[in-house]
């Protein structure tokens, strides 16, 4: 990368990205409540426990109609007491999604 000087001449630079360090660790994610979504959607595998590789699901079609791969699927912990089950790990979704119908279903709320 070039960095202009005030004087008309060029000097090559090195890019640098901030760093934010977190003293307790990565932060849950922040999930969307979604009544029109088919799944539980989230773009961190790394939540995921006891994550295991997608080998029979299709895509997953995005808004814009393009087709991404689920990557991994299990369970995602809340809290202590609560999980979303079956959750897709899908890398390349810009949100984090938690659909509505499958956790009152999953937590036998009527």
Known sequence: MFDIQDNGTSQLTTPKANNVNHSSG??????????????????STYFLVNSKENTSLPP?????????????????????????KNVLGVPLCKVDLMFVSRVTRDLNVQ
Do not use: C, E, W, Y
């Not at 990565?26 to 773009?43: C, M, N, R």
């Open 26 to 43: 990565l932060s849950a994610p922040k999930l969307i409540i979604d009544s029109g979504a088919k799944d539980h959607i989230i773009s």
């Open 60 to 84: 997953v079609v995005m808004p814009n109609g393009d087709q991404t791969l689920i990557l991994f699927t299990r369970n995602l912990p809340l809290d202590p007491i609560i999980n979303l």
